[in-house]
């Protein structure tokens, strides 16, 4: 919605005299009338209201010595909705990553199992591969586990392969359901023209096949996808969101990023984007204090939390 300008000096809001001494002025009647309609046409807009003295060479016969000048804009739409995917997209992480991580550790034949809890203290640590290379690290590293550095790094990646491909599985039978009201606001950012993608720390072939299998291909094809190695460094660092900044050519503050983690909160605002948290079921205690708003979910009507319509809310200026 384009910006819009009012102004009223006090004489015209309060000298009545002037006003029916000229031929071309508005009657009381009609007057009344056009304050009624600028007074509804301003509900729900945010309005900013400055004096302004006049000189006193021009001033007009009956005018005040000030003015009110009001004015007002609409939100502007976001530039970009940037999603996280595990916790956002979908609830992927205990019943999904968690159960391809421990059947690929059973596979081969390492010993290890993550319940839920563990994991849950695993996710602190952003990115698969760093997530099994500090365990081991605390641990120790598995009998039949290399012993260099380097062979080290081939053997998580391995693993870190193998695990991608159960996941994948287990998204293309879509056992693991988006979770309430994604599609709805990816559809509405994509009807109004904004930008949609999305921003992870795990693999770039698990993020595609959420997309594609669970948003399906019409949209996936108009989403970005910015994951796994994309960047040297992984959340709470900025770099996925400053990269998706940069490379979809918009503001990073002109973008609203949706994510479920602290540390994805902490990547989000270092980047100097808006980000709305939607609380997931490993990150529902954790602190959001930085977020600029917290849900349980995005939602579906009748138990829609959230739209685009709040997104652009967020981006709300005055303008002077």
């Given at each position: 919605?384009?910006?819009?300008?009012?102004?009223?000096?006090?004489?015209?809001?309060?000298?009545?005299?002037?006003?029916?001494?000229?031929?071309?002025?508005?009657?009381?009647?009609?007057?009344?009338?056009?304050?009624?309609?600028?007074?509804?046409?301003?509900?729900?807009?945010?309005?900013?209201?400055?004096?302004?003295?006049?000189?006193?060479?021009?001033?007009?016969?009956?005018?005040?010595?000030?003015?009110?000048?009001?004015?007002?804009?609409?939100?502007?739409?976001?530039?970009?909705?940037?999603?996280?995917?595990?916790?956002?997209?979908?609830?992927?992480?205990?019943?999904?990553?968690?159960?391809?991580?421990?059947?690929?550790?059973?596979?081969?034949?390492?010993?290890?199992?993550?319940?839920?809890?563990l994991?849950?203290?695993?996710?602190?640590?952003?990115?698969?591969?760093?997530?099994?290379?500090?365990?081991?690290?605390?641990?120790?590293?598995?009998?039949?586990?290399?012993?260099?550095?380097?062979?080290?790094?081939?053997?998580?990646?391995?693993?870190?392969?193998?695990?991608?491909?159960l996941?994948?599985?287990?998204?293309?039978?879509?056992?693991?359901?988006?979770?309430?009201?994604?599609?709805?606001?990816?559809?509405?950012a994509?009807?109004?023209?904004?930008?949609?993608?999305?921003?992870?720390t795990?693999?770039?072939?698990?993020v595609?096949?959420?997309?594609?299998?669970?948003?399906?291909?019409?949209?996936?094809?108009?989403?970005?996808?910015?994951?796994?190695?994309v960047?040297?460094?992984?959340?709470?660092?900025?770099?996925?969101?400053?990269?998706?900044?940069?490379?979809?050519?918009?503001?990073?503050?002109?973008?609203?990023?949706?994510?479920?983690s602290?540390?994805?909160?902490?990547?989000?605002?270092?980047?100097?984007m808006?980000?709305?948290?939607?609380k997931?079921?490993?990150?529902?205690?954790?602190?959001?204090?930085?977020?600029?708003?917290?849900?349980?979910?995005?939602?579906?009507?009748?138990?829609?939390?959230f739209?685009?319509a709040?997104?652009?809310?967020?981006?709300?200026?005055?303008?002077?």
């Amino acid at each position: 919605m384009a910006s819009m300008a009012v102004c009223y000096s006090l004489a015209t809001l309060s000298s009545t005299k002037p006003l029916l001494s000229h031929k071309n002025t508005t009657s009381i009647a009609n007057l009344k009338s056009h304050e009624r309609t600028l007074q509804s046409s301003l509900v729900g807009t945010k309005i900013a209201i400055s004096k302004i003295t006049r000189p006193l060479s021009s001033r007009r016969l009956g005018t005040s010595s000030s003015e009110i000048t009001c004015s007002a804009s609409a939100s502007p739409l976001p530039s970009a909705l940037l999603f996280d995917c595990d916790g956002v997209l979908v609830d992927t992480e205990k019943d999904g990553h968690r159960i391809s991580f421990n059947d690929t550790f059973k596979e081969k034949e390492l010993g290890v199992t993550w319940d839920v809890d563990l994991y849950g203290e695993l996710l602190k640590i952003g990115g698969g591969k760093e997530r099994m290379t500090a365990y081991f690290n605390k641990t120790g590293w598995p009998e039949n586990a290399p012993k260099s550095e380097e062979e080290r790094k081939a053997f998580i990646a391995s693993l870190h392969k193998r695990k991608t491909e159960l996941f994948m599985a287990l998204i293309e039978k879509k056992l693991l359901p988006l979770r309430p009201g994604v599609a709805k606001l990816i559809d509405q950012a994509l009807a109004e023209g904004v930008k949609v993608a999305v921003c992870s720390t795990s693999n770039e072939k698990a993020v595609s096949a959420i997309v594609t299998f669970l948003l399906g291909p019409e949209r996936a094809e108009k989403i970005k996808i910015f994951a796994g190695d994309v960047v040297p460094r992984k959340k709470p660092d900025p770099a996925i969101y400053v990269l998706a900044a940069n490379t979809l050519g918009v503001d990073p503050s002109s973008c609203v990023v949706i994510e479920d983690s602290g540390i994805g909160l902490a990547a989000a605002k270092a980047a100097g984007m808006k980000c709305i948290v939607t609380k997931s079921g490993y990150t529902a205690n954790e602190d959001f204090l930085n977020a600029d708003a917290v849900f349980d979910f995005i939602g579906d009507p009748p138990e829609e939390r959230f739209d685009l319509a709040f997104c652009r809310s967020l981006l709300k200026q005055y303008v002077s």
